[in-house]
């Protein structure tokens, strides 16, 4: 900065620690609440530090199961999570790369027509046409099935237009030279346009998977059994039992499994996350 | 921008597009004009015949207190949200623009909250502000504020507000920060050169210069508290209490799953893709403006 104000400085750190200190309180709580017994969160006030229960809580929830939703171990709900969140990252960076391939680098009728229409899929998210497209895909006989679960919500604007983007600013002479030199579009695609964009598909890869794990409504819609049921679902099952406190040490336990992984993905893979949401959003 | 070194090959063209396209009509747009068809008919209680009834739909919605009072709900929260999120967001930004050597250290401890699912940003709230065990309330208590939001509709607001900008105020923190770091520092020694003070600096040159970005984020975080924010109400209130959190998403979920009224359900659904239709033209002329002054 231009002059050299201590004071402003410090207002500064102070500032931005505060800030850090009120978005991690929640999650504190969370995981001090699951590391201590039920009875320590029967009534208010809870406690602030942890408990020594770490180990048996967790081993708890993961193999034994919770009850309030139907007993199934929690660790099926994340092996659920996990093959949701990656088909649907998969599934998108597929059909994305595919179709912005066809839209740069062919000429075809109703080639901006199709641009279009991918276009229009920004303007009807799930939220508004939830149940004519519940309609859809149970009369494909889709309900409580992976397919259904992924198949639906893998088209995807945002995607198709990075890579587009990206697409354009790729130097056309890499064209030119592997049709001179006999190759097919496949093998261009294949062998120079992926490799290239590898950055690009690691960007998209973690905004998707965080899109992915944290659906919620879709799951809802078209799942039933428990055998289908995703860790975001079942914690608000957990949370909102009927009649009855939930049982928080339990809750939270899951809670913590539940945002550990997309929470690790971002601050990991931190470069390509900031990359992903600042282009996606271009 | 068009190549110049294409492919002529169309039907493998068709085939690279035929996956997108395929979902986007059977998913998309197949139910989006579905909801058109329904809003503007009725069906018969049995739900065997229905007949075109035109606007009828939509005339009963605009009558009914309720929905206008859901629209006003809606208002209020999304303007709650995007306040607290963008005016947290600035804050947090200019400040570790300034320590910028720290920055990228805060910057992880600051965005995190981003990947954490909408439902479980409720639930971790609504254990902190639970009448009977969470730790606020206790709180509250203490000063005297008897803190219930299953029984008073403020309360419900202001906790579904907080959940949603919690999440969220990690996002407008780093497009402000990127907007920030993007301001040529030549622009703002002139003027300190010329004696402006940091205040000043902020009011005069950096928050002209970060204004596209703020109007961008000022989009967004209406679409988000409009539409995405569904799971948090859906965890820490379900609309209540007595509908006072009950925004425009959440009611056309409860009134087509749950009450079973299509045509209402369908004349809702038009009216918000018309919402977002407007919101989204919005912003892309808006990212067309900012493409042409780089």
Same mark, same amino acid.
């Given at each position: 900065m231009i002059e050299r104000t201590r004071v402003l400085d410090w207002i500064a750190h102070l500032t931005v620690l505060v800030g850090i200190a009120l978005l991690a309180f929640p999650l504190w709580l969370a995981f001090v609440a699951s590391t201590h017994p039920p009875e320590a969160l029967f009534k208010a006030p809870v406690p602030i530090w942890p408990g020594d229960r770490f180990f048996e809580n967790y081993h708890a929830v993961l193999v034994r199961g919770v009850d309030s939703v139907g007993g199934a171990p929690i660790s099926v709900m994340l092996a659920n999570s996990l093959i949701m969140a990656v088909a649907i990252a998969v599934g998108k960076i597929v059909v994305s790369l595919l179709s912005a391939f066809a839209i740069v680098y062919f000429r075809f009728p109703f080639r901006m027509l199709c641009f279009w229409t991918i276009f229009l899929t920004l303007m009807l998210p799930v939220e508004v046409r939830i149940l004519p497209t519940y309609q859809v895909t149970a009369d494909l006989g889709l309900l409580n099935s992976y397919t259904g679960l992924v198949l639906p919500i893998i088209a995807s604007a945002t995607a198709t237009f990075l890579l587009r983007q990206f697409f354009l600013t790729v130097p056309d002479e890499l064209a030119e030279a592997a049709r001179i030199d006999g190759a097919g579009p496949m093998k261009f695609f294949w062998d120079i346009l992926l490799p290239l964009s590898r950055v690009n598909i690691a960007a998209l890869f973690v905004i998707m998977f965080i899109f992915g794990w944290n659906q919620y409504l879709w799951p809802l819609l078209i799942t039933t059994g428990d055998q289908m049921t995703t860790i975001v679902m079942g914690i608000k099952r957990m949370a909102t039992v009927a009649d009855s406190q939930p049982v928080w040490h339990e809750v939270m336990a899951v809670t913590c499994l539940a945002l550990l992984p997309p929470v690790v993905i971002v601050v990991a893979m931190q470069r390509w996350f900031v990359k992903g949401l600042i282009e996606t959003e271009k | 921008m068009e190549k110049r070194a294409t492919f002529d090959n169309r039907v493998l063209a068709y085939l690279l597009v035929a996956p997108q396209l395929l979902i986007t009509f059977v998913f998309f747009i197949w139910p989006a004009s579905q909801a058109l068809w329904t809003s503007v008919r009725r069906e018969d209680p049995f739900g065997l015949r229905s007949e075109f009834v035109g606007f009828a739909n939509f005339a009963r919605l605009f009558d009914d207190p309720s929905y206008l009072a859901s629209f006003q709900t809606t208002l209020i929260f999304s303007a709650a949200v995007t306040a607290l999120v963008l005016g947290l967001g600035l804050l947090f930004a200019a400040m570790a623009d300034r320590i910028i050597r720290y920055a990228t250290g805060y910057r992880t401890l600051l965005i995190w909250p981003y990947a954490v699912a909408p439902v479980v940003a409720g639930v971790l709230w609504l254990f902190m502000l639970?009448? /009977?065990?969470g730790i606020f309330a206790y709180a509250l208590q203490g000063i005297g504020v008897t803190w219930n939001h299953q029984l008073d509709g403020n309360q419900a607001m202001l906790l579904v507000v907080l959940a949603a900008a919690w999440k969220q105020v990690a996002y407008s923190f780093l497009f402000f920060l990127a907007a920030l770091q993007s301001i040529p520092k030549s622009l703002v020694e002139a003027a300190a050169i010329d004696g402006a003070g940091p205040v000043k600096r902020f009011g005069t040159i950096v928050f002209p210069l970060i204004a596209p970005t703020s109007f961008f984020l000022l989009v967004v975080t209406l679409v988000y508290s409009f539409f995405d924010t569904f799971p948090i109400i859906d965890a820490i209130t379900? =609309? =209540?209490? +007595?509908? +006072? /959190?009950?925004i425009l998403v959440y009611r056309v979920y409860r009134d087509g799953f749950v009450a079973l009224d299509l045509g209402s359900s369908a004349a809702q659904s038009v009216i918000l893709m018309l919402i977002v239709s407007a919101l989204t033209v919005v912003q892309f002329r808006y990212v067309e403006a900012r493409v042409q002054y780089q």
């Open positions: - | 639970n009448p /009977t065990v379900s =609309g =209540g209490p +007595a509908r +006072a /959190t009950e």
